[in-house]
């Protein structure tokens, strides 16, 4: 049975959610055990094998992108798999959303009256370039309309980066510098689910979830780049029933 967490916001009944944890699958040490990226190093086979326990759980195969930090949204039931995208979506009944994460920011949305569903991959890149935003455009339902659950990433007491990043987000709005914290030696805190949720307000979505998790401090649930270089990806998946 896989270890999956299933988010605690209030969709609509048809609108399911899971996201994978990083037990219950058969890849070895540094992916143990639930590897579902092709991209890492894992041997092939097992990450199919984990795959398909992944695929007895869910109505159809998630659309797996080919994520590159950047701000392209896709349709999930039009769109061929290995797409080079960071979000999709879906307003078509069995067809599974779906982002990979070791560290950076999932979210999953839908609308309330559950005629949508997407799952976008947002790094501080993606963040700072507006996935988010296009997420939302691709939705195409009020912002207001919107739910939003922010999965499992790398922690504010975890997440080091440059005085660039900082700078970066602060020009694009002052606000932003409340989510970061001096670190010494010119490096600072950054908080992705702060930045994440001013994004998100400022867009007009105010039914924000989830949030809180850190992927870096907890080796046992969650895979993590930044901790261990080489290793495994969860997946947040989403879909209308």
């Known amino acids: 049975m896989l270890d999956f967490l299933v988010p605690d916001w209030p969709a609509p009944a048809n609108v399911q959610a899971r996201q994978t944890q990083r037990g219950g699958g058969v ?11 092709d991209h890492v190093g894992d041997d092939p086979a097992r990450v199919a094998a984990n795959r398909a326990r992944l695929l007895a759980e869910l109505p159809a195969p998630p659309l797996w992108l080919r994520q590159v930090h950047g701000t392209v949204v896709v349709d999930a039931a039009t769109s061929a798999a ?5 979000a999709s979506f879906s307003r078509v009944a069995g067809v599974v959303c779906a982002a990979m994460t070791a560290d950076c920011l999932p979210v999953l949305f839908c ?3 559950g005629s949508v569903v997407a799952a976008a991959h947002a790094g501080w890149r993606g963040l700072l370039a507006g996935v988010l935003e296009q997420t ?5 339902v009020a912002p207001g309309e919107v739910l939003a659950w922010l999965g499992p990433a790398i922690g504010p007491e975890s997440f080091e980066v440059g005085a660039e990043v900082r700078a970066a987000f602060v020009a694009r709005d002052p ?9 010494g030696d010119g490096k600072w805190l950054a908080d992705l689910y702060a930045l994440a949720r ?21 080796g046992e649930r969650y895979f993590s780049f930044r901790r261990d270089g080489v290793t495994g990806r969860m997946a947040s998946l989403i879909w209308l029933a």
């Not at 939302?136 to 195409?140: D, G, I, K």
């Not at 001013?198 to 907890?218: E, M």
């Open 27 to 37: 890849s070895p040490a540094p992916w143990a055990s639930l590897n579902l990226g």
């Open 82 to 86: 290995d797409s080079e995208a960071d």
């Open 111 to 113: 609308d309330r009256a």
């Open 136 to 140: 939302l455009a691709a939705m195409a």
């Open 175 to 183: 606000a932003s510098a409340a989510a970061f914290r001096a670190h």
């Open 198 to 218: 001013q994004r998100l307000a400022a867009a007009g979505v105010a039914g924000v979830f989830g949030g809180g998790a850190c992927t870096f401090a907890d």
